[in-house]
């Protein structure tokens, strides 16, 4: 037994404070504090059965009284009586104050560690210390206390952290020290360990583990900080170190030596602009905070000092500004791998942790949420529980709502009636989210009227954290707890003598939490919102309501339809769009998800891990869907991307094997719906099982689609585009399939051949887009073969950009001789030159030629061709529509068509000339062709320099009544009064004909283009 010292605190009045429950909740942690070998030496049975009076007489006599003292002060912090624990603290510092200045509790304790208490006969021996050693002391047990504070095991918190700690120039120890002083910025989201690790570099300074030697580290807390009003620097930095008030010059002149941690950078709340205005370099010049660390990390202040600085992604705008060639490192927290680890690690058995991992995987939102540490622990306890129950967990993990609330009342036995605690929780998140903080302060609690023991059950739970070091702060366990807290706020229902406007903070209601223009202003309010919509579902109102007692507001469901869906000109935004499918997505809720896509008649999606899922789950309950446009995204590419289908499958990855489930949900909509006609796939990475689940929904006796389209992809996209023709080919072979496009993917001889064999196989096919394509001569060869087969019904055929030349057209006249139905034919973009046109208008001569339209746009032709093509129109054929824009055909060209276009014969209804250098004279010609034509209905002369002169002859013959032409565009250089008049009489004379004068930019799409093709 020890020989008694008197506690300098009344520990039994102390202990009479507790309740009967609260006493034995101490005498359980008191086992568990630093040195708690100190009361094994208690007999545990005579522990047990003390009451206060008896416990304090107990440790009194037994354990040495510097032990007991700070024993009994952690006890109290751990248990959340803060107010227990300050008493005792104030009675110690009123001892000090009188007989032994200074102390500092947190020193005694690590004194006490390092086994020294022996050799001090009294608390005066202290005083032995200097400062700098004192001051290390002290940061030392605070660092280590806040670097072990977060619930759950710490290793891989420890792993994650030791890996970004070698990125940072002083902690490692290959990057030897450099002439410059470093500013190193750590950037990350809420909640995957900046604070972490700027705790564990501090610790590191304390220990002197740091490559790096600084005499000096100061840890300035921008929460905090905040809080301070105008100051000098030197006051900011020493207003918790008054005893080195005489030092202050010899520290900072030492600025070399010194390293600085701005923690929380974001949570200034300083306005754009304001850190960087009024600048200062003097430490003794009072200045609010934001402007000195402005100074400091403009390095206006203390130049040669080293600074890290931790912020969230959504203040690096102004670090940019101001940081003077910052180190930039992103923290990513948990990896993948970390992830595993800390799953298996926190349930011992593999098998329940490898299905708990598994589950959370599924839901890739869920997953990436799981990054942060803290949302982990939640996982993992809330999934834990149930297994332990006996209980499915799958459905927990479907939403991050879902989870979310298990965890909530999880942690409170049914019945707990703790409606009052959870709507003042809920209000402070609320207030806390709106007002951009993540830490609450005692008197942000007094200004909603809310007291520290109706927080105390979430307290004790870890829901809501006391800081460490500012014992007056509170934070959440993560930022994503605190958002569903916000929608809870939203959804309970409120009382009758609740007021909340009548707070001094702003809270805007669900319609404002869910504008545009607030998520913009505040991002946090995102995921408040999609919970807010998670909270909709009825289940879990049941289980709330059946833990709390609290009943979901009757009018949760009304708020949701009445969100505006964001659309703009019939046609949804894609962010919009996206929000709003996740949020329906945490809903789960058949009917409201139903109602609020009735109104999508067409809708793009840009598909990821992510978007899957919500994406999946909603756009199968459109029923009104006509259109749908897919845009699958996969950030990086599969090394070695085979050319083969097979190893293609082969190289599948992870990603893909999640997406399956809800690929196939999604595409069963070609199944189910029978007014989705259009599909348009995107530059998309589609695996071949994708691909396969694509073309048997599509191949489906239930599909009613008739239109499939893949548009030009980005040309670093070579990899896949083997793999998308692939994807063509399967698809052209899907019965229900009219109008399939394959647009800029290379293929291989034997890849034309499958094509050409799909191609004869779908007799529905009318429509095949191949442009931007290289045709081979092979696969030439095997497309006209295919072309001229008695069983191809190819109406339509887009050729642009396949590196065809003259040689091709000879059998492409073939072509054109023989087949039945081919009526368009688009060749723009080749190299075909006048010979080719020649051999072309061979083909179309004959009586047997169906074709009714050419796109020769950008085809080398010259006067020549055109001579080719007057003759041809002089007779009877069947071309109706030619366009023959970016030739440059001459004086000469325009004049034998102009004679064409006057034949009784000539047939043709559309004629493109845009861009072709028609000068004004030849107007003439075109004057006399409209004079006498009595076919054409559309003539494009954009982009041709016909000054003046030429568009008053033009308006002129225009004047005219009984004319047949309906559209002409040209371009107007000088519209003067003349020419508006002659335009007002053609209106009069002529109201069918519409003269686009090309306002708009006409190099963004080629004119014939919405004429002709898809």
Same mark, same amino acid.
């Given at each position: ?85 300050? +008493? ?16 500092? $509790? ?19 021996? $202290? ?9 290390? #002391? ?24 030791? +890996? ?12 030897? !020290? ?5 500013? $190193? $910025? ?17 610790? %590191?300074?304390?220990? %002197?583990? *740091? ?201 409170? !036995? ?40 109706? *927080?105390? !059950? ?55 939490? *869910? ?5 913009? +202003? ?152 029978? %007014? ?30 008739? +239109? ?145 339209? #050419? ?23 069947? #071309? ?87 559209? *002409? ?7 003067? %009064? ?28 080629? !004119? ?7």
């Amino acid at each position: 037994m020890v020989s008694s010292t008197q506690v300098n605190f009344n520990l039994q009045a102390l202990l009479e404070q507790l309740s009967q429950d609260e006493l034995s909740k101490f005498k359980s942690l008191l086992r568990t504090v630093s040195l708690g070998n100190e009361v094994q030496k208690i007999p545990q049975k005579e522990v047990d059965e003390a009451d206060g009076k008896q416990l304090a007489e107990i440790l009194i006599s037994h354990c040495h009284s510097y032990w007991t003292e700070l024993a009994t002060i952690q006890v109290f912090e751990k248990m959340h009586r803060v107010d227990l624990s300050e +008493r005792a603290k104030d009675e110690l510092r009123g001892i000090t104050r009188k007989e032994r200045q200074p102390l500092d $509790v947190e020193e005694m304790l690590e004194r006490f560690k390092a086994g020294t208490l022996e050799k001090i006969e009294s608390y005066g021996s $202290v005083t032995c210390l200097n400062n700098e050693n004192r001051y290390r #002391l002290i940061l030392k047990t605070k660092f280590r206390e806040m670097w072990q504070s977060w619930p759950g095991d710490r290793k891989e918190v420890r792993v994650m952290a030791e +890996r970004y700690r070698m990125l940072i120039p002083f902690s490692n120890p290959r990057m030897l !020290p450099g002439p410059f002083s470093h500013t $190193v $910025v750590l950037h990350s989201p809420a909640g995957l360990g900046k604070t972490t690790l700027a705790n564990k570099l501090m610790l %590191d300074w304390t220990e %002197d583990n *740091l490559i790096q030697k600084f005499k000096y580290a100061f840890y300035l807390s921008c929460r905090e900080l905040n809080r301070l009003g105008p100051c000098s620097f030197a006051e900011m930095v020493f207003r918790d170190w008054p005893e080195w008030q005489d030092d202050i010059p010899h520290i900072l002149a030492q600025a070399q030596k010194i390293l600085f941690v701005i923690d929380g950078f974001d949570e200034l709340g300083a306005p754009p602009g304001a850190l960087i205005q009024d600048l200062c370099g003097d430490w003794e010049q009072q200045k609010p905070v934001p402007v000195l660390l402005g100074s400091l990390l403009k390095r206006k202040m203390l130049p040669k000092a080293a600074l890290l600085v931790t912020t969230r992604p959504s203040a690096l705008r102004d670090l940019r500004f101001l940081a003077e060639q910052p180190i930039y490192i992103r923290v990513e927290g948990f990896l993948e791998e970390d992830r595993r680890a800390y799953f298996l690690r926190h349930f011992g058995d593999e098998d329940q942790a490898m299905r708990a991992f598994e589950l959370m995987r599924s839901n890739a939102a869920l997953f990436q949420l799981g990054s942060a540490p803290a949302v982990c622990w939640i996982v993992c306890t809330t999934l834990k529980l149930q297994m332990e129950k006996g209980e499915d967990p799958a459905p927990t993990c479907l939403t991050s709502t879902g989870l979310f609330l298990r965890f909530l009342c999880s942690q409170f !036995p049914q019945g707990a009636q703790l409606q009052g605690a959870l709507r003042a929780l809920s209000h402070l998140a609320a207030q806390g989210l709106w007002a951009q903080m993540s830490v609450l302060h005692g008197e942000d609690l007094e200004r909603v009227g809310v007291q520290e023991s109706d *927080l105390r !059950p979430f307290l004790d739970r870890d829901i809501l954290r006391q800081d460490r070091v500012s014992k007056g702060c509170y934070s959440f366990i993560h930022l994503s707890f605190q958002q569903f807290l916000t929608a809870l706020f939203y959804a309970l229902e409120k009382e009758e003598e609740e007021d909340r406007d009548g707070h001094a903070w702003d809270i805007g209601d669900v319609q404002k939490m *869910l504008t545009r223009e607030e998520r913009l +202003r505040n991002p946090d309010l995102i995921q408040a919102g999609r919970f807010f919509f998670g909270l909709a579902n009825e289940k879990r109102a049941k289980e709330l309501e059946a833990t709390f007692g609290c009943q979901m507001s009757p009018e949760i469901k009304q708020e949701l339809l009445r969100c505006d869906v964001s659309r703009k000109n019939g046609h949804s935004m894609v962010a919009d769009l996206k929000e709003l499918l996740c949020c329906l997505y945490e809903s789960q809720e058949d009917e409201l998800v139903k109602e609020v896509m009735a109104q999508f008649k067409e809708i793009t999606l840009h598909l990821n891990a992510v978007d899957i899922a919500p994406s999946s789950f909603c756009v199968k309950h459109c029923r009104n869907l006509q259109k749908m446009s897919l845009q699958v995204i996969k950030e990086t590419l599969p090394e070695n991307v085979a050319a083969s289908e097979s190893n293609a499958e082969a190289e599948r990855s992870q990603d893909d094997q999640d997406m399956l489930p809800f690929w196939t949900d999604l595409c069963s909509i070609f199944g189910s719906n029978k %007014d989705l006609m259009g599909l348009e796939i995107n530059n998309s990475f589609l695996s071949a099982s994708l691909v396969k689940i694509l073309c048997e929904q599509i191949a489906s006796d239930n599909c009613h689609l008739q +239109r499939v389209v893949h548009p030009p992809r980005p040309a670093n996209l070579c990899a896949f585009s083997r793999g998308c023709f692939a994807t063509f080919a399967r698809l052209v072979t899907c019965p229900p399939l009219r109008l399939p496009k394959l647009v800029s993917c290379s293929a291989t001889t034997q890849q034309w051949a499958d094509l050409s064999l799909a191609l004869e196989a779908n007799q529905s096919l009318m429509c095949v887009n191949l442009s931007d394509n290289e045709l081979l001569d092979e696969g030439a060869k095997l497309l006209y073969t295919t072309l001229r087969h008695p069983k191809c019904f190819l109406q339509r055929l887009s050729l642009e950009n396949c590196h065809l030349t003259e040689a091709n057209c000879k059998d492409l006249a073939a072509v054109l001789v023989v087949s039945r139905e081919l009526t368009h034919l688009c060749l723009a973009k080749n190299s075909l030159k006048d010979t080719g046109v020649k051999f072309l208008c061979e083909g179309l001569s004959y009586p047997e030629c169906k074709l009714q339209a #050419l796109v020769l746009w950008n085809c080398d032709i010259t006067s020549d061709g055109c001579c080719s093509l007057a003759k041809l129109l002089q007779e009877k054929s069947s #071309l109706s529509c030619l366009d023959l824009g970016l030739n440059h055909i001459g004086v000469t060209g325009v004049k034998v068509l102009c004679e064409a276009l006057s034949k009784p014969l000539c047939n043709l209804r559309c004629l493109w000339l845009w861009g072709c250098s028609i000068p004004p004279f030849s107007c003439e010609d075109l004057c006399s062709a409209l004079s006498c034509n009595q076919s054409l209905i559309t003539l494009d002369l954009g982009q041709n320099p016909l000054g003046s002169s030429g568009v008053k002859m033009l308006f002129k013959t225009l004047t005219r009544p009984n004319g047949t032409l309906q559209t *002409l565009r040209l371009k107007i250089d000088d519209f003067n %009064d003349e020419l508006h008049k002659l335009l007002e009489e053609i209106e009069e004379n002529n109201p069918q004909l519409i003269i686009d004068t090309e306002k708009h930019d006409p190099w963004k799409k080629r !004119p014939s283009s919405h004429d002709f093709m898809i």
